[in-house]
Structures are given as structure tokens and as C-alpha cells.
T-cell receptor, first 112, second 115 residues
Framework: GEDVEQSLFLSVREGDSSVINCTYT??????LYWYKQEPGAGLQLLTY?????DMKQDQRLTVLLNKKDKHLSLRIADTQTGDSAIYFC????????????FGGGTRLMVKP | DTEVTQTPKHLVMGMTNKKSLKCEQH?????MYWYKQKAKKPPELMFV???????INESVPSRFSPECPNSSLLNLHLHALQPEDSALYLC??????????????FGDGTRLSIL
């Protein structure tokens, strides 16, 4: 079955770059997503990448995909205190009826 | 701001009450989803509606009853819930079900507490 894993916690200083990592097991993944969840809120779609791409950049966000190693990362440049949240990676693959499989989430804490 | 609107934002109910959660989107999406999220956990899929018809029920207990009155609205009717049903209930929508290049957009959720 599908399995998506993330580290639980990341702490960075304001202005530094943050890198949040995600690994998945199913090679049938088609699209991979990053969602942000602030306290008391729903999931905000940040960005997504098609599995035949290896990089996507959107302003301060850079997504890197290593399909061989089944490794996905989200880099946030110039991290701000407002970036403090839980970040979920999610994959969509044919073996799961194209439904989303979420990782456990990484809590990012940004210190001033 | 989210384009998927959920009401109410908070709900406290007793185990014998009947209540409903509501979700609305006006993006023309034809797939709508209910998720349950416990604290510090990822969302878990409950139901999927595609073109107003129930297409996926992830073995959810019958005390949760979904309804899709039209393409913009999704309800979740609650009856005789248990304390372990306390959670954040998230609604999401996407243009169509099962098309992987169409991401799901989430509402802010209803935080449900069962006394």
C-alpha cells in the first residue's frame, strides 16, 4: 500500500531557509502536493508538482522531486514567522483510486 | 481566504443530539469530499461525492450521513455520535473526482466536540 512519511518537527530562525522533506513508497504517484495548515484552520494548497518534473519554483517556494529515491522536498526561502504551521505532503496515485494519501505532517516553528 | 465555506466553525453537541455540518463551494467543482482530522494527525477521507452521487464511503459508521443536495452544497448529518468522534471535519472540492492534475481545495473546517 501507499505510505508517505515526514519528519515531525523543524525549527528555523526568521530569515533562514526551511527545507521540509517527504518520502513516499508508491512509484505510481502522479502528482505530489504540499499543503499548509495554520492553527484552527483548514488545509491551504501551497503548490504541487507532476511526477515527471524534478523542480518547480513559485516565489519563495521551491519543490524538488527525486523520483528515483521517491523523495520530495519543500524549500521556503527567507522564512517568516507567518510561515509557522504544519506542512503536509500528499500524493495522488492510480493505485489509490487517485485519492490523496497524506504524510503525517511537519510542524515548522520559526523563531524571531 | 478559502473558496470552500464550512458552517458552523465550532459545534458542541451531546451524544443524543442531531446536527448537520454544511459545506458550500461556487467554483463549479463536481467532486466534493468529507475528511475527519484528529489533533496532530493528517486528514482521513470519509466520503466522496462525484456529480452529486456518493462514490466512495470509507467504511464510515452510519451515525454519519452525507448528503449532496446540489452541485454546490455538501452536508454531513450527525446523530448519536460518540466522544471519539470529536475532531475537525474538513470539506474539500475539486473539479472532478479522480483526475490527479486537479488538486483538492479545502475549507477551514468545523471543530466538533461531543460531550
Amino acid at each position: 500500500g501507499e505510505d508517505v512519511e515526514q519528519s515531525l518537527f523543524l525549527s528555523v530562525r526568521e530569515g533562514d531557509s526551511s527545507v521540509i522533506n517527504c518520502t513516499y513508497t508508491d512509484s505510481s504517484s502522479t502528482y505530489l502536493y504540499w499543503y499548509k495548515q495554520e492553527p484552527g484552520a483548514g488545509l491551504q494548497l501551497l503548490t504541487y508538482i507532476f511526477s515527471n518534473m524534478d523542480m518547480k519554483q513559485d516565489q519563495r517556494l521551491t519543490v524538488l522531486l527525486n523520483k528515483k529515491d521517491k523523495h520530495l522536498s519543500l524549500r521556503i526561502a527567507d522564512t517568516q514567522t507567518g510561515d509557522s504551521a504544519i506542512y503536509f505532503c500528499a500524493e495522488r496515485n492510480l493505485n489509490a483510486g487517485n485519492m490523496l494519501t497524506f504524510g503525517g505532517g511537519t510542524r515548522l516553528m520559526v523563531k524571531p | 481566504d478559502t473558496e470552500v465555506t464550512q458552517t458552523p466553525k465550532h459545534l458542541v453537541m451531546g451524544m443524543t443530539n442531531k446536527k448537520s455540518l454544511k459545506c458550500e463551494q461556487h467554483m463549479g467543482h463536481r467532486a466534493m469530499y468529507w475528511y475527519k482530522q484528529k489533533a496532530k494527525k493528517p486528514p482521513e477521507l470519509m466520503f466522496v461525492y462525484s456529480y452529486e452521487k456518493l462514490s466512495i464511503n470509507e467504511s464510515v459508521p452510519s451515525r454519519f450521513s452525507p448528503e449532496c443536495p446540489n452541485s454546490s452544497l455538501l452536508n454531513l448529518h450527525l446523530h448519536a455520535l460518540q466522544p471519539e468522534d470529536s475532531a475537525l471535519y474538513l470539506c474539500a472540492s475539486s473539479p472532478q473526482e479522480g483526475y490527479s492534475n486537479q488538486p483538492q481545495h479545502f475549507g477551514d473546517g468545523t471543530r466538533l466536540s461531543i460531550l
